[in-house]
């Protein structure tokens, strides 16, 4: 079976004019997104604070829930339905003063409110401010030194700093527009969607390195050509691969959408934006970053 | 060539059956022991997330271990000053480790004292004032500082793992983190919030006496008397739930604290049928108390236990034999865990809970079955595609890919690591890039034959020009991982791990498992056309 006729030709690089565009386009508006959104918007693993998610045994309405929390003079707590029947989702952000004291208060005053409805706390997660800043900055320092080390790993297989430099300029770009529609659904920069961040991080070079390995494969082969057509080439070449693996994961990332449930939802909306960009990046942020490169800067003009 | 992939055939089957045996436990409990007595791993341990239970990260606040040592010190002090006559004006603890001292009369004297006995103070700025008054402050050793703290997270970590193997939880642990702080992971427990009760309790005990001559109508006006303190007792009415407080006005000075403590036990009143705390005192304690009711008959002992006075009863007349009893309006489980503390000692410091993370059981059940649903639909349907796309070939990668599973599994069982969410997701990750790996090399291999090769040749071919790809991404996944797995915290850790090995299994699977198979089928005589 053959999805991609291995003939096809499509002149990918000479759409980098329009497509340069696009790509600033969707960087303007992710940063103004975020601008806008007063940065993004993290969630109680980051920012500190106190998250509860509660399940009653008969039906009741978010009011009631949220009476219960403005009872003890918690008026910024967010109240909201969370996945199925009589399941709410309770947080509190900030909160500098004792947390502890807060989530205890929070559950008398609950038991009291819902008298004659038995509830079960599924799940409690507080965090001090001091730790979530330690999660935030180990993850940033983590994340920046993986890029270096990538930058440098592959700008010594490809013998070419460039090539590390366009592996390096397509993440940043990726995680700018992932983030970018993280800050427009409005989601919360939660773990899970570091998870994501590093996942997708993952995809993205592995789909770079791919077709940098075919570039470098095909100088040798095509001495007379340009690099642009060599980068047309083998971007083409790859074609049938790139489509199937990105729409096999694809796949994969649709199935936990739809069945994984609430508590991964924001997880694979993020997932499914990164893939697309991950391969979208490799052909129109890497390969023009090196072609850029190396007819500009290193002065090989061939 | 055939009999070179004879033994690697073998030897890759053995690795696999081996894989398989090391991933039994993990999915049956029904083994015969002998069984488990050859296999070194366990089940693969689930994180909170997925299993239900509490996360707890503690930190001891060494400052106040750091201020009480100081208190102490300067109590020392007072003592061995009076005992050698030294006058005295002005001796105060300065926080955090700071003793200002004004006396007068001769420095040489305080000089000596200091030198004997007080080796861990160091003098700032000694002055002489007017009318032979000196003025010095003695601040504790920076080394000493730090060692007093190191000790209070020593000791709180060791208490908090006797008082969690009192309260009874399977397989709890309890770890340092970095310098300061204390892990404390409690699977599928039920009562959290007694569990945080239990191990964030101070439980410093002590016995002070009251101060009978003081008024405490005054005292509570703000005019207390000298040397004494204002401590409340609460008492919770059972019927309204409304708090009092009664307040009791105190002698500073700690009599006795729980250090001499031996065992701690529950009773039962035999009136009123409440429960009530019985402690017997070691014999050094039981020494020291007996003198302390000697010498205080017809006066009142109050019972503290961090800052709350639980009774205050008369002492009728010395008490030998070294027992007390601490009595309130306990539940039987209160006075339960009330037990535990004393038996398991004061914390040297107060703890603090920086992050706490509970998991009921019922919802960690819902995303492992939520998820697990997911993962078979979504692994049946990339298998599906493989054997609908490549066909034969897409069999051999099948193989790769289950197999690449459950290595990864099993080195997870191996070294003991916990998978969590997280932890899935580089699981994921790590498949996915086990797909393309197959995807790069079958797309090779067609092209070869596109090219008009043979099959032998191009399987060859395909396979050496889809190696360097394969490992140059694979590599750099895991130089990320790697570094991942070195700096960041808990969850990203979780991500690395399971990503890294899976990498590492992935490079095997694709491109040494599969790379026998297709040997194996196109070295048979007569092969002409590969089905992929």
Known sequence: MELIPHDTR?????????????????????????????????????????????????????????????????????????????????????????????????????????????????????????????????????????????????????????????????LFHDIVVTFGVVSLFNIEFS???????????????????????????????????????????????????????????????????????????????????GLITGTYSTVYIASPVVLLWEQNISGRKK | MLKTLRWKIILYAAITVFAILLLLPTFTSQLPPWFMKI?????????????????????????????????????????????????????????????????SGAKEKVDNLLSQRFTMLRELSPSSGAGGIWKTQLVLDSKETEYVKKRAIDQALEIIRNRVDQFGVSEPEITLQGTDRILVQLPGIQDPQRAINLIGQTALLEFKLVDEEGNIDEALKGNIPPGDVILYQRSVDSQTGAVRKIPFLLKEKTLMTGEFIKDARVSLDSQFHEPYVSMEFTDIGAKLFEQITGANVKKRLAIILDNNVYSAPEIR?????????????????????????????????????????????????????????????????????????????????????????????????????????????????????????NILIHERIKEELRFGKTVRAAIDQGYHRAFSAIIDSNLTTLISGIILYQFGTGPVKGFAVTLSIGILANIFTAVYITRVIFDYVSLRPGVKTLSI
Not at chain 1, 142 to 155: D, E, M, Q, R
């Open chain 1, 191 to 273: 773990l899970n969607v570091l998870a994501v961040i590093l996942t997708i991080i993952g995809f993205s070079i592995n789909d770079t390195i791919v077709i940098f390995d075919r570039v470098r494969e095909n100088i040798k082969k095509m001495r007379k050509e340009d690099l642009v057509t060599i980068f047309n080439v083998s971007i083409n070449e790859t074609l049938g691969r790139t489509i199937l693996t990105t729409g096999t994961v694809m796949m994969v990332v649709l199935i936990l959408f739809f069945f994984a449930g609430d508590v991964i939802h924001d997880f694979t909306i993020a997932l499914i934006v």
């Open chain 2, 317 to 437: 007349e010395r008490i030998a034999g070294g027992r007390a009893q601490i009595t309130g309006r306990f539940s039987t489980e209160e006075a339960n865990d009330l037990a535990v503390v004393l038996r398991s000692g004061a914390l040297p410091a107060p703890v603090k809970i920086l992050e706490q993370r509970t998991v009921g059981p019922s919802l960690g059940q819902d995303s492992i079955h939520k998820g697990i649903v997911s993962m078979l639909i979504s692994a049946a349907l990339v298998v599906l595609f493989m054997i609908v796309y490549y066909k034969f070939a897409g069999v051999i990668a099948d193989v790769a890919l289950v197999l690449n599973i459950i290595l990864t599994l099993a080195a997870l069982a191996i070294f003991r690591a916990t998978l969590t969410l997280p932890g899935i997701a580089g699981l994921v990750l790590s498949v996915g890039m086990a797909v393309d790996a």
């Open chain 1, 10 to 170: 499509f002149d990918f690089i000479g759409k980098k004019k329009y497509t340069l565009w696009i790509s600033a386009i969707a960087i303007l508006i992710s940063f103004g997104s975020i601008f806008l959104h007063g940065g993004l918007r993290y969630g109680v693993d980051f920012a500190g604070g106190l998250v509860a998610e509660i399940k009653f045994s008969k039906p009741t309405d978010v009011s009631g829930v949220r009476s219960a929390t403005e009872a003890i003079g918690l008026k910024d707590a967010v109240v909201q339905k969370f996945g199925g029947e009589n399941e709410f989702l309770i947080r509190v952000e900030k909160s500098s003063s004792d947390l502890e004291a807060v989530s205890k208060s929070i559950q008398t005053s609950l038991q009291e409110q819902f008298k004659g409805n038995p509830l079960e706390i599924r799940r409690i997660e507080l965090v001090g401010p001091k730790v979530g800043r330690d999660l935030k900055e180990k993850a940033m320092w983590a994340v920046g030194l993986a890029f270096l080390a990538i930058l440098v790993y592959v700008a010594f297989r490809f013998h070419e700093f460039a090539y590390g430099l366009g592996g390096i300029v397509a």
């Open chain 2, 39 to 103: 296999i070194p791993t366990d089940k693969i341990h689930k994180g909170l997330d997925l299993q239900g239970g509490m996360y707890l990260l503690l930190t001891v606040e060494g400052e106040k271990a750091v201020e009480s040592y100081v208190e102490q010190i300067k109590n020392n002090l007072k003592d061995d000053l009076k005992e050698r006559g030294i006058p005295v004006g002005k001796l105060e603890t300065e926080k955090p480790d700071r003793i200002v001292l004004e006396f």
